[in-house]
């Protein structure tokens, strides 16, 4: 590969992911004897917890560190014969730094630790990389606001570390990929990010002195659909919750590595109490682990099946399915829970509170010039503005009484969920056999409804029993569920 360019790109790679003999055309430099004493074969998982730490000392994100360094040159330092990693366009050690001897020197680099010493290759690497995002805007296009957490934002300095020439131009045809998609194909497979696809860009060749180096006209795109945060550098006393893009369960095990004790529903909230720590037992996993307690939860969980959040962590839920409903409700801002920390699942739900909630949920706001129809409410009373709104939109108040104090019957949930989503419900093609509630019961087809689409699972409805708090929030997330569905 021939080196162009070097103050464009500072680093080469020869292979997605090049085994030992790929390097078997490298020079094998003679080790003297101070060095020889100074190296150290670093295991894989601490070779990952060195680029961790780069990474996190520069503000880059540790899935795009820990990336490249594996499409350099498969994290190895050290080739089979523990010879420095050297290519034959000039990269160096295992984030393949490619300078001169001359641009070493104005960077004031020392070459022999450049060879022997992994976490050096690795911090120069960094810093490499750092510099190539701060041309964001001039020589680099910059994305959206250039937030360093998001992985999508470095797209352009990964790919001037390999260096601004046509190879790495996805608008030109090629035997591989650019560098830059290769890194990113990296962070998807092996940190099990689902980071976005890069719309395409625009790239000339302006220069007639430099005919393979790309410049770009447009200095800044707006791409508001690239937005994957890292999340390998959280913190003890973080909040969290689960999200796996790969299954309905996030896995909570014993240890870092360890066994499985708990497959975790969507948005079960937790609270980081250790790490991140790197996984030993795979070197193909970049993912890392955090120590995490919750409800009745104290375990590891990894970094690719959480999202740094603002939850709550309700001292008084156990149910998982109840304790993820809770927490995505809670991120909608539709409920609140108390101020003691409790969210009292068994307590029967007043009508004026499960008004409040779907009014939350739906956005919705009192029509201009409606004027109320029931009687028995008045501006000064609790819920009187959310009880309203219901009554406007025709999902609460039908008989033209509101009774904002009084429990609602499950048999009243019904109805009131099927006339507010209804849009979102399939039309029953079957009518289900319930133990209690007969066809010719006062509201059986929405009842019916609720099953058909899976809202209710049971076969004893209890139709004329006051719904409890955590009852009511399953049937609202299920139904958001096939909400979003659409």
Do not use: C
């Not at 707006?222 to 790969?246: F, I, R």
């Not at 009508?351 to 009687?375: D, I, T």
């Not at 419900?425 to 066809?439: G, M, N, W």
């Amino acid at each position: 590969m021939k080196r162009a360019f070097i103050q464009i790109g500072a680093a080469f790679s020869l292979l997605l992911v090049p085994q030992a003999a790929a390097h078997a055309e490298s020079s094998d430099p003679v080790k003297p004897a101070a060095a020889l004493d100074a190296v150290k074969e670093l295991t894989t998982a601490e070779i990952k917890q060195r680029l961790h730490e780069a990474a996190d000392r520069y503000g880059i994100p540790g899935e795009i560190l820990k990336a490249m360094a594996y499409v350099e040159t498969g994290m190895k330092q050290f080739d089979e014969n523990g010879n420095p990693i050297v290519t034959s366009d000039g990269g160096i050690g295992i984030m393949q730094v490619t300078l001169t001897d001359e641009e070493m020197r104005a960077r004031n680099i020392d070459k022999e630790k450049l060879l022997y010493d992994t976490a050096y290759n690795i911090d120069i690497g960094a810093q490499i990389l750092k510099e190539k995002w701060s041309w964001a805007g001039t020589r680099i296009p910059k994305i959206n606001d250039q937030n360093p957490d998001i992985i999508e934002n470095w797209y352009f300095a990964v790919m001037a570390y390999n260096g601004l020439s046509k190879r790495n131009d996805p608008n030109l045809p090629h035997d591989q990929k650019p560098y830059q998609d290769r890194v990113f194909d990296v962070i998807r497979d092996h940190s099990l990010v689902d980071v976005k696809r890069i719309p395409r860009f625009q790239a000339e060749y302006s220069d007639e002195n430099q005919p393979d180096i790309m410049y770009f006209p447009v200095k800044q795109y707006h791409w508001p659909q690239l937005d994957t945060k890292t999340t390998q550098h959280y913190h003890a006393g973080d909040k969290l919750y689960t999200w796996n893009s790969q299954a309905s369960y996030s896995n909570i095990r014993n240890g870092v590595d360890g066994t499985i004790i708990l497959k975790a529903p969507h948005y079960t909230p937790l609270e980081i109490v250790g790490g991140p720590y790197e996984s030993a037992a795979n070197p193909a996993n970049h993912y890392v682990f955090y120590r995490v307690k919750g409800n009745g939860i104290d375990g590891y969980v990894a970094s690719s099946n959480v999202v740094k959040a603002d939850v709550k962590i309700f001292s008084d839920l156990s149910d998982r399915e109840v304790v993820s409903a809770v927490t995505y409700l809670y991120l909608k801002n539709v409920i609140t829970g108390y101020e003691d920390g409790t969210f009292r699942p068994n307590d029967r739900l007043l009508r004026r509170h499960a008004a409040k909630m779907l009014v939350n949920e739906l956005g919705l706001e009192l029509p201009k010039g409606y004027v109320p129809k029931a009687k028995d409410m008045k501006p000064s009373d609790p819920g009187y503005k959310e009880m309203v709104i219901a009554e406007a939109y025709g999902f609460m108040g039908q008989d033209g009484r509101l009774r904002p104090n009084e429990y609602l019957t499950r048999a009243q949930m019904a109805s009131i969920l099927v006339r507010a989503y209804r849009a979102y419900y399939d039309a029953p093609k079957t009518q289900k056999a319930f133990k209690d509630v007969p066809l010719h019961f006062w509201n059986y087809n929405d009842i019916n409804t609720l099953a058909y689409n899976g809202i209710t699972v049971v076969d004893t409805f209890r139709p004329n029993e006051n719904v409890t708090r955590g009852q009511f929030t399953l049937f609202l997330k299920r139904t958001l569920d096939k909400k979003e569905e659409q």
